[in-house]
């Protein structure tokens, strides 16, 4: 078997979309650290692109900056997939660990993300009759991306193709629920909040009135 560095194994994963996340398994290999700083990568990306996109294909109209739905957008909905399929991976007994399943999603992202920096630099320089160009990169990229995770799965959980399609399915619908819970208990939250602060002022009213 190959004796890769991490960032080797990151390479080979990426690259072989068929067999480098059954490498990885079988070396034991892929590191956490990579894969926080890939998701922080993640992170960043989604504000280039909301941000700094050139003009002329993308116009900002929201002058205020908010962190929170960016946060939201990458951040929160990869925990999700992560804590959903290592849920349903358990049920459907999958032999992926959360660890390894966090490692293995965020290798596959990589495309992705890089083509969202792609298109960010180029949208600077390219017109708008260029923009079949930019279309390209970002369907290659996102296709490549989605053979990647299913590789991923299918290699963590050492899964049939049906089981992986399955998996995968059933992993969509847990983070659907996951997120429709967090939005109940937010709102939850925001009403104890306004409750308790209406209590306060009230009683500070009354204590000096």
């Known amino acids: 078997m190959m004796n890769l560095t991490q960032k080797q194994w990151l390479k080979h994963a990426v690259t072989h979309i068929f067999e480098g996340f059954e490498d990885m398994r079988w ?18 990306a989604e504000i280039t692109h909301e941000r700094l996109y050139g003009f002329q294909f993308y116009a900002v109209y929201d002058k205020t900056f908010n962190i929170i739905p960016y946060f939201i957008k990458t951040i929160v909905l990869f925990m999700a997939w992560t804590v959903g399929n290592w849920s349903v991976c358990t049920i459907l007994d999958g032999e992926g660990t959360m660890k390894n399943i966090f490692i293995y999603s965020a290798y596959a992202l990589v495309p992705y993300i890089s083509q969202i920096y792609i298109n960010t630099v180029l949208s600077h320089f390219l017109v708008r009759d260029e923009y079949v160009f930019m279309q390209a990169i970002e369907i290659t990229c996102t296709l490549w991306t989605a053979v990647l995770i299913f590789s991923a799965v299918k290699s963590v959980h050492q899964y049939t193709v049906l089981k992986t399609f399955s998996a995968v399915f059933l992993t969509v619908v847990a983070m659907f629920i996951m997120l429709a ?28 009135v």
């Not at 939005?183 to 009230?202: D, G, K, P, R």
């Open 27 to 44: 070396k034991k290999s892929g590191s956490v650290k990579i894969a926080f700083c890939i998701l922080i990568l993640f992170f960043f």
């Open 181 to 208: 819970l967090l939005v109940l208990f937010m709102a939850l939250v925001q009403q104890v909040y306004i409750f308790i602060s209406t209590v306060y002022t009230e009683i500070v009213y009354r204590i000096r």
